[in-house]
């Protein structure tokens, strides 16, 4: 996900040059996916009204960016992220200012308005599974919210709950919160509407793409806050913050097929990458024909999702 406030915290800087081949940008951030810019004014300053967000093609598991990249990968995120603002507009406002941007980073990168970003992972499941299994397989909650006895990995609840987590920083774990917390962090009103939004969003999400063969397990969005009312920023129902999977498929009790990173964290724990999780040292480079697979998933999930062929 994208630290939009740590790069507010760069506002007001001086600009001496610009970014190495984004003449009238300065670099701001770079995250483990994601690349932010601001666009340099006649002042020559960056201007704190607008960020150039630029989706790479790094894919991340575990706290770890991983080699090589996924080929089209940003560009793939970026285009199905403005498919899904679309749909959504209804629901709730985003960030998108224009997809006009420089030609090096043309498909791949969107000129957003800058937003105080809310504190908290927002996050909503349709679909028990991942951190939200584990979480329910020691104590029968998730995110304190107590679930049904006898779930297991794959079952679906009667509506999305919402499961926030902590936004930790970059190499940190981000940890379950409380709906109780969240309201602690940024009061009972906005705790209220992004619960609201994050379910929304998910729920909308799954009508669509069950149209199309595919459940979306969970998903996780970003919010920014613009006179004290939500934006939906950073990117949205991808496979990188969200887990998709296909429908004919889906059989709870155990882990299931899906479109999306999850095929990456599964070969890591697999004997066949030969690493150690509990290690602490960084994965091994993905072998070609993974990179070729994640790749395939990421623009079967595209195609399947727009209904559109989808080009470099």
């Known amino acids: 996900m994208v630290e939009h406030a740590t790069a507010d915290r760069l ?49 991340s598991a575990f706290d770890f960016v991983l080699e090589p990249a996924i080929p089209d990968k940003g560009a793939v995120l ?47 499941r349709a679909y028990l599974t991942g951190g939200g299994l584990r979480e329910y397989a020691a104590d029968g909650h998730v995110s304190g919210i ?38 602690a962090a940024i009061g009972s009103g906005l705790a209220a509407r992004a619960r609201e939004l994050t379910t929304a969003i998910l729920a909308r999400g799954n009508e669509i793409a069950a149209e199309r063969g595919i459940l979306i397990a969970d998903t996780k969005v970003e919010f920014g806050v613009v006179d004290g ?14 887990r998709f999977w296909p429908a004919d498929q889906w059989e709870p009790g155990h882990t299931q097929p899906s479109f999306d990173k999850e095929f990456v964290r599964e070969w890591l724990l697999s004997p066949e990458s030969g690493w150690d999780k509990a290690s602490g040292e960084a994965p091994p480079p993905l ?23 989808f080009a470099r």
């Open 11 to 59: 506002t007001g800087m001086s600009i001496a040059d610009p970014a190495p081949g984004l003449p009238g940008f300065v670099h701001l951030y770079s995250g483990k996916v994601r690349d932010l810019y601001a666009p340099i004014g006649d002042d020559g300053r960056a201007r704190e009204d607008q960020l150039l967000l630029v989706a790479s093609d790094r894919i």
């Open 78 to 124: 970026t285009q199905l992220s403005l498919w899904w603002f679309e749909q959504l507009a209804s629901i709730v406002p985003n960030h998108v200012l224009s997809t006009d941007v420089p030609a090096e980073v043309a498909g791949r990168a969107v000129l957003v308005r800058r937003l105080e970003m809310l504190p908290v992972e927002c996050v909503a």
């Open 146 to 183: 107590r679930l049904p006895e006898g779930l297991v990995d794959g079952s679906r609840f009667d509506q999305p709950i919402f499961t926030p987590s902590t936004k930790a920083p970059q190499g940190e774990h981000d940890e379950p919160m409380s709906y109780a917390a969240v309201e």
């Open 229 to 242: 009312e939500l934006v939906l920023a950073d990117e949205v129902l991808t496979p990188d913050s969200s």
């Open 287 to 309: 072998p070609e024909d993974v990179v070729e697979r994640t790749r395939a998933k990421y623009v079967e999930a595209y195609e399947r999702l727009t209904g559109t062929t």
